[in-house]
């Protein structure tokens, strides 16, 4: 029995980095696919960042999810995929993906100008307007010691 413990006691660590590292990775490709996703609008839309309310100008959170997630005009303007004279995405079809660090898939939008400069894992993600910059917004480091803010 004694011996049982020991190997439990050996292998408990080892699962919980296992755990950690699965969810880094998972982490690293959901930043890629939204950022991917970024870009191809960008591509798109004549290098215009999501985010801005073609009607108003404002930027919104909800609006950069209606613009990866809906099909869009050259504008901006979103309907229901495969709507006439709206010819391009939707650039994510599964939604906004949840950040695997915090469960969290909200995001912060940072308006052009805006700054905020430490993640406090109050949304998932935070994406900057003016630069398309889209980030994991959770405290702590990667395996590696970077902060998984910087990934």
Same mark, same amino acid.
């Given at each position: 029995? $004694? *011996?049982?413990?020991?190997?439990?006691?050996?292998?408990?660590?080892?699962?919980?980095?296992?755990?950690?590292?699965?969810?880094?990775?998972?982490?690293?490709?959901?930043?890629?696919?939204?950022?991917? $996703? *970024?870009?191809?609008?960008?591509?798109?839309?004549?290098?215009?960042? %999501?985010?801005?309310?073609?009607?108003?100008?404002?930027?919104?959170?909800? &609006?950069? &999810? +209606?613009?990866?997630?809906?099909?869009?005009? *050259?504008?901006?303007?979103?309907? $229901? %995929?495969?709507?006439?004279?709206?010819?391009?995405? %939707?650039?994510?079809?599964?939604?906004?993906?949840?950040?695997? *660090?915090?469960?969290?898939?909200?995001?912060?939008?940072?308006?052009?100008?805006?700054?905020?400069?430490?993640?406090?894992?109050? &949304?998932?993600?935070?994406?900057?307007?003016?630069?398309?910059?889209?980030?994991?917004?959770? +405290?702590?480091? +990667?395996?590696?010691?970077?902060?998984?803010?910087?990934?």
């Amino acid at each position: 029995m $004694a *011996i049982l413990s020991v190997l439990v006691g050996m292998a408990l660590p080892a699962f919980g980095d296992t755990t950690d590292d699965a969810e880094e990775v998972a982490l690293q490709q959901q930043l890629q696919r939204v950022r991917t $996703a *970024i870009e191809f609008y960008a591509f798109q839309h004549d290098q215009e960042n %999501p985010g801005e309310d073609p009607d108003t100008g404002t930027w919104s959170a909800d &609006t950069l &999810t +209606s613009q990866l997630v809906l099909a869009s005009d *050259i504008d901006g303007d979103t309907a $229901a %995929p495969g709507s006439w004279g709206y010819p391009y995405g %939707p650039y994510l079809t599964d939604g906004i993906p949840e950040n695997p *660090i915090n469960g969290l898939s909200t995001i912060l939008l940072v308006g052009p100008g805006g700054s905020f400069t430490s993640a406090n894992d109050s &949304t998932g993600w935070v994406y900057w307007a003016d630069t398309g910059d889209f980030r994991a917004n959770c +405290s702590g480091n +990667s395996s590696d010691g970077d902060p998984l803010f910087e990934l």
